[in-house]
């Protein structure tokens, strides 16, 4: 099957429901197992009969369960991502009581550089790239190049465990859909994570009924970024995957990112694909896993603009 016939397979099965309007962000309800909530952010200056802007879609990772709170609303107090459809659809009302709108302060640089930002609930991302997250990312694409001005190819990220539905994507979607990747504190070693931090959650993402290693190889190995850092039966998958920029902590207190973002830059590195990797905490000091210390505006903005620029020449 091609890129092409697997991403029009991915988007038939996921069916899009307009849900309405809240302020500048226009929200989506997508099928799939979460039906999942999509927010839209517009720059100031969008013209839909202009030039295509350049796009960002934004995975977040677990717990982003919303149960009416700001606290439940953010992933720390400096990094409001953005919050969702429940405790009655509150959030998307700006006349309700304790309205907040999707944003943060990278959204907000990306919009002040002319991009349309994105994001997807995928189920709470308590999915672990499987193929029901990674279609309906896939299936929000296709959604977003229908019905905006943007370009073919957007970037894609990732924080946490939604750098594996990020990874997921750029399989189905293919390489040339995509021009880079950003990872935020990322899980990205999947075997590691069920053998140490996450099995129940991978279990269940993936339908595994026991702790054998032998049934997690069989059914959701191939999913992990770190056995297969880029997949594709193409010669020249390698050269297409897009260029890949990793922010993690050394003093991550979820994710021991020498197994995660560490060993993953290295393995991309090794196929001769082009990744940047930054660590955000210094020697001695501690950056927890969601810290606003990983969210870097400008440093993402200024990557992006030349990841554009090379692309272009």
Same mark, same amino acid.
């Given at each position: 099957?091609?890129?092409?016939?697997?991403?029009?397979?991915?988007?038939?099965?996921?069916?899009?429901?307009?849900?309405?309007?809240?302020?500048?962000?226009?929200?989506?309800?997508?099928?799939?197992?979460?039906?999942?909530?999509?927010?839209? !952010?517009?720059?100031?200056?969008?013209?839909?009969?202009?030039?295509?802007?350049?796009?960002?879609?934004?995975?977040?990772?677990?717990?982003?369960?919303?149960?009416? *709170?700001?606290?439940?609303?953010?992933?720390?107090?400096?990094?409001?991502?953005?919050?969702?459809?429940?405790?009655?659809?509150?959030?998307?009302?700006?006349?309700?009581?304790?309205?907040?709108?999707?944003?943060?302060?990278?959204?907000?640089?990306?919009?002040?550089?002319?991009?349309?930002?994105?994001?997807?609930?995928?189920?709470?991302?308590?999915?672990?790239?499987?193929?029901?997250?990674?279609?309906?990312?896939?299936?929000?694409?296709?959604?977003?190049?229908?019905?905006?001005?943007?370009?073919?190819?957007?970037?894609?990220?990732?924080?946490?465990?939604?750098?594996?539905?990020?990874?997921?994507?750029?399989?189905?979607?293919?390489?040339?859909?995509?021009?880079?990747?950003?990872?935020?504190?990322?899980?990205?070693?999947?075997?590691?994570?069920?053998?140490?931090?996450?099995?129940?959650?991978?279990? !269940?993402?993936?339908?595994?009924?026991?702790?054998?290693?032998?049934?997690?190889?069989?059914?959701?190995?191939?999913?992990?970024?770190?056995?297969?850092?880029?997949?594709?039966?193409?010669?020249?998958?390698?050269?297409?995957?897009?260029?890949?920029?990793?922010?993690?902590?050394?003093?991550?207190?979820?994710?021991?990112?020498?197994?995660?973002?560490?060993?993953?830059?290295?393995?991309?590195?090794?196929?001769?694909?082009?990744?940047?990797?930054?660590?955000?905490?210094?020697?001695?000091? *501690?950056?927890?896993?969601?810290?606003?210390?990983?969210?870097?505006?400008?440093?993402?903005?200024?990557?992006?603009?030349?990841?554009?620029?090379?692309?272009?020449?």
């Amino acid at each position: 099957m091609s890129t092409d016939e697997g991403l029009q397979a991915a988007c038939a099965e996921m069916p899009v429901r307009p849900h309405g309007k809240a302020g500048d962000a226009l929200v989506y309800r997508f099928g799939g197992e979460g039906n999942d909530w999509c927010f839209v !952010r517009l720059p100031y200056q969008y013209d839909p009969d202009g030039k295509p802007h350049p796009w960002i879609l934004c995975n977040h990772g677990n717990g982003w369960v919303m149960d009416g *709170t700001e606290r439940k609303a953010n992933w720390s107090e400096k990094t409001q991502y953005g919050v969702d459809t429940q405790n009655d659809g509150a959030y998307l009302h700006m006349d309700a009581p304790g309205y907040r709108r999707y944003s943060n302060p990278t959204i907000e640089a990306f919009l002040r550089a002319g991009y349309v930002v994105c994001g997807a609930q995928n189920d709470g991302d308590l999915l672990y790239g499987n193929d029901n997250c990674t279609r309906a990312c896939a299936s929000f694409y296709q959604h977003m190049v229908e019905t905006y001005r943007v370009e073919r190819k957007c970037f894609i990220l990732g924080a946490s465990n939604g750098f594996m539905t990020t990874v997921g994507a750029v399989r189905t979607l293919g390489a040339d859909r995509v021009l880079g990747i950003i990872g935020q504190y990322p899980l990205c070693h999947l075997r590691h994570a069920f053998m140490h931090t996450h099995r129940e959650g991978i279990k !269940r993402a993936f339908g595994i009924a026991s702790d054998d290693i032998a049934e997690f190889e069989s059914k959701a190995e191939d999913a992990d970024p770190c056995r297969a850092p880029v997949s594709g039966t193409e010669d020249d998958a390698v050269s297409k995957w897009p260029p890949t920029l990793l922010v993690w902590s050394s003093t991550d207190q979820v994710l021991p990112m020498e197994e995660h973002a560490v060993k993953y830059a290295a393995l991309l590195r090794a196929r001769g694909i082009a990744v940047d990797d930054i660590r955000v905490d210094q020697d001695g000091e *501690t950056c927890l896993h969601g810290s606003y210390k990983h969210f870097l505006p400008e440093t993402f903005v200024s990557w992006c603009r030349t990841v554009r620029t090379r692309d272009a020449d």
